[in-house]
C-alpha cells in the first residue's frame, strides 16, 4: 500500500528545508537541530502594507477608440502608453513571515543517534524524535483546523529547555520592529508573545503573536522575554496569531488559549477527523516495492532523473502534494509560497498571480476529491468582485468584471501595469479565474452555489464582452482589440499589445456560451442568452500559421514568441476542451506543435506544468511525462516535497508541489460534460497501478481505476449521486464510446482490454 507519510534521518538546517503543518489559516515551518528547534509561525494575512492597497486602476475608458485605432493602425507600443496613466509598476503587500518559537536546550548537550522526522500526511502532524543511546526524548507539532491553534508537545526523561519567540528572520526591513516577552502564570503554565509593528503611519499596525506554556513535571520561570524549563517530563505549547489595525489585544488572545485543554492528544483526534477525512479520500498505487517506499525523502528525491517516472517519488509527490494543498487552504486559498516562508522579501510578493500560477495550484481541488477547497477560493473571489467591477468601468466604461493579474488577498484592483505591462489589456482574467468555480459546479452539481454565486458572476463576465466587442473585421467578426497574451508579446515586435490574443478570444467565447449554458439551466435571463450565443458565433476562428502550429494572436501580421515560460495561447486546450483531438482533430494537431515549438525560457515550474497538462489534454504522453521531469530531473524538490519555481532549488514555491497531483490525475483520466476518458496519457513507465476517489467534470467519481499493461487489462469503478447517462472511452482500447447509465449510489464496473 502507498505511504502517507515521508521521513528523514537529517535535522534540517535551513528553513526552506524545514517539514510544514498548516490548517488553512496558520501555517508552521519545524527545523532545526533538535537540542536548537526552530518553528517558524506563518498567518495567511500577513502581508506588508506598502501603499498598493487601494491604488486604483487608470481611467482611460474616454481614450478606448483613440486606443484601438493606435493598435489597429500598427503603432502597437504608443497604444500602450497611452492606455496607462505613466505610473510605475506597483507591486502587491507583500506577504510575510509571522515569528520563530525558539526551543534551546540548556543542560548538557548529549549525543543524537537514531534521529527521525516524519510528515504524517492524513493527521497533519510533524514528528521528531532523537536518543542519546539510552533515552528517548520526541516533538510533536500540528495546526489545528477545529481549533484554530498550533500546538507543540516536547517530551523526555528531563526537559531543561529556554523558550522564547522573535522576529529574528532573514531580510526583516529595518523599519519593522518586534518585541518580545514572557509572563508566568503560575500551577506550572506561562506565556510567550511577540507583536510584530508595521512602518509608521496613521495608527499602529502590526502581527501578534502569544503561546500558552504548560509544564509536567519540573518548574518553569519567566525572565525577560525568555521562559526556562527545568526538569519537567512534557511541555506543551499553544500558539494563536493575529494582524490588524489597531494591533490586536495580546491578553485577549492569552484569555482565548486559556480555553482550550491542554490535550495534545484530544486536539490532534478533534483536527484529525477533519483533516484525515478530506486528505484519505483519494490516492495513487503504482505497485512499486515497498523498500522504495520506504525509503528515507532525501534518497526518493535523489532517485529522480530526467528520463524515468520513478514510481515511488511519483506516489509521494500525489500525496504530499494534496497533503500541502489542503494544509494551505483556508481562509485563503494557497499563495505563490503556499502558507509557508522562513525570510522576508518573497518573489512576487508572495502574492496570488492570477494570470497562471493561482488556477494550476487549485487544479488538484476538485479533481483529487476535495471540492470544499473550492470555499476558500469562492471566498477570494467574493471578496474581491466589486474591485473587478471598478476595474471594467473605470478601464473600459463597461459593464460587467475585469480581473486584475495579481493580489495579496486583500483587494482586486487593478493598479499592477505601466507602459511595458499593458495588464489593462489583459482580457481573459475573469473567465479564466472563475474556471475552477465552473470545474466546481461541474462536478458536484451543486446548484446552490451556482445560482446563489456562481451564476451572477459568470453573467457579469459575459457582459463585460457583450459591452466590449463593438469592432468587427472585414469578414463581420468581432475584433478583440485591445487585447493581451500573458506573458509576452508578438514576435520580434516592439510593444506587448496586439489583436485577437487567442487567450482572449478563448476566454470570450468560454465566458458567452457559459454564462448561457448556466442562465439555461436555472431558466434564468433567456433574451441575454440568445443575445451571448449569437456574439460568441461572431468571435474569429483561431489561427494556425504556416508553420502548422496555433498562433497565439488570431491576426494576421502578428506572429507568436518562440522561447518563453507561459503557453497562453493554449487556454483553449487546458483547462476549456474547446480544441480535444476527437471535436477538433486539426485544431488539436496544430495545438501539439505550438506546444512542441514554444522554448521553454527559464525552465519555470509553471510553464513546465501548463505544459504537461497541455499536453496529457492532447493525449501526448511522452510531452507531458517530459515536462514533468523538468521539475524532477531539475532539483527543484525540498525534503518537505515543497517545490522551487527554478531549478537548483532557486525561490521556494508551491506551483509544482500543488499542481503534480492535478497532471498525474490528467494522465490518467480525462473528463468533461458527458465523457470521461481512461487512461488518455498512461506514460511507459507506469506499467500499472490503481488510482482511487477522482471527481470528473462529467459529474461522475471515479471511485477506483485500475490498469495492467502486462495483462492488456483495465478496470474502472464509476459512480454518481444523480440518475445520468455518460460515455466512456479508453484511447489505448479503440475510439469507440462505451455508454453508461449510473443511478444515484450505485457503483458501475466496467473492465476493458488493452490488448
Known sequence: MPVHSIHD?????????????????????????????????????YVLPNGSLGMQPPAVADRLEHVRDLILAGERETAQREFSDGRALAWTQPFHPGHVLHLDAVSEEGPVQRYRRVTDFPTGEVRVSWSDGE?????????????????????????????????????????????????????????????????????????????????TGGRLTAEGDVVRVRGATRVTLLTRMDRGKPLPDVDALRLDLAQLPVDYDGLLTRHAAVHGELYQRAALDLGVPGSDRDLPVRELIARADDKVLDGALVEALFHAGRYLLLSSSGVLPPRLTGLWLGEWGAAWSGDYTTDANVNLQMAAAVLTGMPELIEPYAALVGAQIDDWRTNARTIYGARGVLAPSRTDGEHGLLFHLDDEWPWTMWLAGADWLLFPLVEYWRATGDDGFLARTLAPWLVEAAVF??????????????????????????????????????????????????????????????????????????????????????????????????????????????????????????????????????????????????????????????????????????????????????????????????????????????????????????PP???????????????????????????????????????????????????????????????????????
Request: glycine share 8%.
Open 9 to 45: 534521518e537529517q535535522p534540517a538546517d535551513r528553513w526552506e528545508d524545514a517539514f510544514l503543518s498548516g490548517n488553512g489559516e496558520y501555517g508552521i515551518m519545524v527545523f532545526g537541530h533538535p537540542h536548537r528547534e526552530r518553528i517558524v509561525h506563518n498567518h495567511h494575512r
Open 135 to 215: 533515552r528517548e526524548w520526541a516533538r510533536r507539532a500540528f495546526v489545528s483546523r477545529t481549533d484554530a491553534v498550533a500546538v507543540v508537545e516536547i517530551s523526555g526523561p528531563r526537559l531543561d529547555l529556554a523558550l522564547r519567540l522573535s522576529g529574528e528572520l532573514p531580510g526583516r526591513p529595518s523599519d519593522v520592529s518586534y518585541v518580545t516577552s514572557a509572563r508566568a502564570a503560575g500551577g506550572g503554565e506561562a506565556t510567550l508573545a511577540v507583536v510584530g509593528t508595521y512602518p509608521p503611519g496613521p495608527g499602529a499596525a502590526g502581527s501578534v503573536g502569544v503561546t500558552r506554556v504548560v509544564v
Open 465 to 682: 464582452f457583450e459591452d466590449f466587442l463593438t469592432r468587427e473585421d472585414a469578414e463581420g467578426h468581432v475584433v478583440v482589440v485591445p487585447s493581451y497574451s500573458p506573458e509576452v508579446g508578438p514576435r520580434g515586435e516592439q510593444g506587448a499589445c496586439g489583436v485577437n490574443a487567442t487567450m482572449d478570444v478563448a476566454a470570450a467565447r468560454h465566458a458567452l456560451t457559459t454564462a448561457a449554458e448556466v442562465c439555461a439551466h436555472l431558466g434564468i435571463e433567456q433574451t441575454a442568452a440568445d443575445r451571448w450565443r449569437a456574439l460568441a458565433e461572431r468571435l474569429p476562428p483561431y489561427r494556425v500559421d504556416a508553420d502548422g502550429a496555433l498562433a497565439e494572436w488570431a491576426w494576421p501580421g502578428l506572429e507568436t514568441a518562440d522561447d518563453h515560460r507561459h503557453i497562453s495561447h493554449l487556454y483553449p486546450v487546458w483547462p476549456l476542451h474547446d480544441i480535444t483531438p476527437e471535436e477538433t482533430p486539426g485544431l488539436a494537431a496544430a495545438a501539439r506543435a505550438a506546444l512542441l515549438r514554444r522554448g521553454d525560457e527559464n525552465m519555470s515550474a509553471h510553464g513546465s506544468l501548463h505544459r504537461a497538462l497541455v499536453a496529457a489534454r492532447l493525449k501526448d504522453a511522452e510531452t507531458a511525462k517530459a515536462n514533468v521531469l523538468k521539475i524532477l530531473g531539475r532539483n527543484m524538490v525540498y525534503p518537505s516535497l515543497m517545490t522551487s519555481h527554478n531549478p537548483d532549488l532557486e525561490i521556494y514555491n508551491a506551483d509544482a508541489a500543488h499542481c503534480l497531483p492535478a497532471v498525474f490525475v490528467e494522465m490518467l483520466v480525462d473528463s468533461r460534460p458527458g465523457v470521461v476518458e481512461l487512461l488518455p496519457a498512461l
Open 685 to 755: 513507465d507506469w506499467r500499472s497501478g490503481s488510482l482511487h476517489g477522482i471527481s470528473t467534470r462529467a459529474g461522475v467519481g471515479v471511485d477506483e481505476l485500475s490498469w495492467d499493461v502486462e495483462r492488456g487489462v483495465a478496470r474502472v469503478v464509476l459512480t454518481s449521486t444523480r440518475e445520468r447517462e455518460i460515455d466512456v472511452l479508453c484511447r489505448r482500447l479503440s475510439e469507440r464510446r462505451h455508454t453508461v447509465r449510473l443511478r444515484p449510489g450505485v457503483p458501475v464496473m466496467m473492465t476493458v482490454s488493452l490488448a
